[in-house]
């Protein structure tokens, strides 16, 4: 009964701040008769519920049940008028192109491809740029410290898998170092 008449008063609570305090004037009226007081809430609930809703904000979807006059039927009322949101369609704007590309499923495996390195160069920054064996060019996007750079003649296996937070990583056979990278050709 406690539960009742705290899930009727937080629902309550939430209507009483435009005009009239149905909570007060039950609490004044009925204060000492607990079974009373409840009742006094559900027909404020009730005439709340009957009433037509004002209009909700866009975005959103106010679920309104019909009306039950048992005790029970008044909980599952107040549990039934919370407000959902509606479905967000997906990223808009600026970039909103590479958001969508990014998107996968959490669990999904990363995409991997093999690949052979058969030439590596460094930049003044230190950024290094790889040429694949099948024609594709890969940069750093962050620099490796000297002692990871790979050597200019040589060639290496290597593979690129897509991260779990979007970008790209290189790993190459024999090494444990991983270094950050985008496609430029």
Known sequence: MRFLATVLLTALATIASAGTDPIAECRARHGGEPTAHIACLEDALRARVQT??????????????????????????AAAAVTVPA???????????????????????????DVRIVSSGYSYE??????????????????????????????????????????????????TWMYKVERLK
């Open 126 to 175: 230190g950024l290094g740029t790889f040429r694949m064996s099948d024609g594709q060019v890969w940069r750093e996007t962050t620099p490796a410290p000297q002692r990871h750079r790979l050597k200019p003649a040589q060639q290496y296996p290597a593979r690129i898998e897509t991260s779990k937070l979007g970008g790209y990583r290189m790993y190459v056979e024999g090494r």
């Open 87 to 113: 479905a967000s369609p997906g990223p808009t704007g600026l970039g909103a192109e590479q958001a969508k590309a990014r998107q996968r499923p959490l669990d999904a495996p990363p995409e991997r491809v």
């Open 52 to 77: 037509p809703a004002a209009s909700s904000s866009p975005g959103t979807a106010a679920a309104r049940p019909a009306v039950d006059t048992t005790t029970a039927g008044a909980a599952a009322v």
